[in-house]
């Protein structure tokens, strides 16, 4: 009987073994340490080459404040631990650690590499902790990817060696003539080679045009990083690649919050220049990268990206901001802190930016007497401008403004859906509107619902909120979050809407089991955003009467507390009770004890 047990011991021990080996397979990539700063990777698959990856050059491009909090940063402590975790346990993982000290250009910090071989190439995690002075917003750090060939000096062909994606072995070759790129981007959706030449060029993502807006006033460079690359047309997404003579095997990466790509002569390397910002002090956070490096084409390598980047998981996530400002009677003044707005948004790392009830138009009957002689023009020029812009950054944008009607009609107050291509979508207008408000605006008639990955969306205003009709019926079509623009504003110090409005929100969320966000002008006196989870607790919430933008994270995979999950179909059905009701004279006599 022991022998019997031993065995099956045995097999059951086998068995696990087997997996785990499955699950972290050998591969046909390659990992040495050949200096304390440089790796060199090797691929059984495409012999006689070699490739480089420098950790740490140069100096940053910094720009913005420090956050005060983790949570004002939207960092999760619990998701850093757990993906930190999962690179740490898998069979094969090489680490590196490299500890920055503090100088005239670098704040102390400490950064470690998880990198694990696939067959395709290498999955890569960042570590970056900070110390006692934290990252701003922005913390532009640039990673050295290294292809040189047999043309290099010999110090670089210690690190890389790579004949097959040497453009400078190529220009070798060509005699001085016309040079030939072998290095691509994507640009309107469709692979692009970089021009070829020795000095230095690039290009900015979405990220990299709001930061280099920010960081310079809107006089935007020329040249941009340490080797001052020339920035050519910005670019969709961020993986760079270079590919062989032939077209036949590539190698490339790619970067979580990169904000610009370049690639540079002699080294024969490409770059990325990746965010590892907005980290308070003593804090971390970690950003995911991958090494492709493989046989196949350019669009082979796209849905490869796809595949690591923008897979099923990551449709169930959205990173949201949630601005406020001092909305007022200037489109002008409002356009231009919505645009802000937007740029600081997308350098933290928000796909979706949320403003409040009349965002741009200013508030009827509060920053407006009325609209009679209001500048639809102007409005309309600067709707334009923010669509582009959402199309420039690659934003859903959620644009509370007025919309003009036929005239004679009252405008309505509305809410419009901008999607990442520039386009309005959809547009929701204001329900229920209040007295005062009909003074100003035409009620609307119809509800807003939107996908964006497999989160459902759906849309209300201000008034909205004390009929809890609304969100009934948005909780029987499988919204997953409310996006709710107010504007509770201009009131004096006692006014009851700070003590009721986002306490009413709560509950709505708390009944019908879903996210919502809560936007609000910041002109005195307010109530600032809230982000409330569907248990209808408040999540965070920004500090009132000031701008800022309030970061949050919406996971549908994450289960919350909901008492009324059994009962609340039968409930909006018309079935007021729970259980099954008994036919008992004692019962139904409701006189007697």
């Not at 996908?451 to 909780?475: H, M, N, T, W």
Request: proline share 5%; glycine share 6%; charged share 25%.
């Amino acid at each position: 009987m022991r022998s019997i047990l031993s065995i099956n011991l045995f097999l059951i021990i086998s068995l696990f073994l087997n997996l785990s080996t499955q699950t972290y397979a050998q591969t046909p990539i390659h990992i040495k340490l050949v200096r304390p700063n440089f790796i060199t990777i090797s691929n059984d698959l495409h012999n006689n080459n070699r490739i480089g990856y420098r950790f740490h050059e140069h100096e940053p491009i910094v720009y913005g404040q420090v956050p005060l909090s983790e949570r004002a940063a939207n960092i999760i402590s619990e998701k850093v631990t757990g993906m930190i975790d999962s690179f740490k346990n898998r069979n094969n993982t090489f680490t590196n650690k490299i500890e920055i000290e503090k100088s005239e250009h670098w704040a102390r910090q400490d950064w470690t590499y998880y990198m694990t071989p696939t067959e395709d190439g290498i999955e890569i995690l960042l570590e970056i902790k900070t110390h006692e002075e934290g990252l701003p917003e922005y913390y532009g750090v640039q990673q050295c990817f290294r292809m040189g060939g047999v043309t290099n000096e010999a110090w670089r062909q210690e690190i890389a060696q790579t004949p097959a994606f040497s453009e400078y072995d190529l220009w070798k070759k060509e005699g001085g003539g016309p040079k030939t790129s072998l290095t691509y981007v994507m640009r309107n959706s469709q692979w692009e080679a970089l021009p070829a030449g020795e000095n230095c060029v690039g290009a900015r993502t979405p990220i990299g045009m709001a930061v280099d807006y920010l960081r310079t006033e809107g006089n935007m460079m020329d040249k941009v990083g340490p080797y001052q690359a020339s920035m050519q047309m910005p670019i969709d997404h961020a993986p760079i690649t270079r590919t062989d003579e032939k077209g036949k095997w590539l190698s490339g990466i790619y970067w979580e919050q990169t904000s610009h790509v370049t690639y540079h002569h002699p080294a024969d390397c490409i770059h990325s220049i990746i965010n590892v910002g907005n980290i308070p002090p003593r804090s971390r956070r970690v950003l995911r990268g991958k090494i492709y490096w493989f046989k196949g084409s350019k669009d082979d390598l796209f849905n490869h990206y796809k595949q690591d980047f923008l897979n099923e998981d990551q449709q169930s996530n959205l990173v949201v901001a949630a601005c406020q400002f001092p909305i007022s009677g200037s489109i002008d003044k409002n356009a231009n802190w919505i645009e802000q707005q937007m740029r600081s948004a997308k350098v933290q790392g928000s796909e979706l930016v949320h403003f409040p009830e009349c965002a741009l138009s200013g508030y009827g009957g509060a920053d407006l007497e009325s609209f009679d002689d209001f500048d639809w023009n102007l409005l309309r020029e600067h709707t334009t401008g923010i669509c582009e812009l959402a199309k420039e950054l690659k934003l859903w944008v959620l644009l509370g403004s007025s919309h003009q009607l036929s005239e004679g009609n009252k405008p309505h107050n509305s809410l419009y859906v901008i999607n990442p291509e520039g386009r309005i979508q959809d547009r929701y207008d204001k329900r229920f509107c209040t007295g005062g408000d009909l003074k100003h605006y035409t009620p609307g008639d119809h509800f807003v619902n939107f996908e964006i990955g497999k989160i459902q969306c759906g849309l209300l205003i201000c008034y909205d909120v004390r009929f809890p009709e609304l969100y009934r019926a948005y909780s029987q079509i499988g919204v997953d979050v409310i996006f709710q623009s107010f504007y509770n504003a201009r009131h004096d110090k006692n006014c009851i809407h700070p003590k009721i409005m986002p306490q009413s929100a709560q509950v709505r969320a708390a009944t019908n089991n879903f996210f919502m966000s809560l936007t609000n002008s910041s002109e005195p006196y307010s109530w600032p955003c809230h982000f409330i989870t569907p248990n209808g607790l408040v999540d965070y919430k920004l500090e009132a009467n000031k701008p800022g933008i309030l970061l949050s994270e919406i996971d549908i995979r994450t289960k919350f507390y909901d008492a009324s999950r059994d009962y609340r179909k039968e409930a909006m059905e018309g079935k007021l009770n729970s259980g099954e009701i008994i036919d008992d004279p004692k019962s139904k006599d409701r006189s007697s004890y």
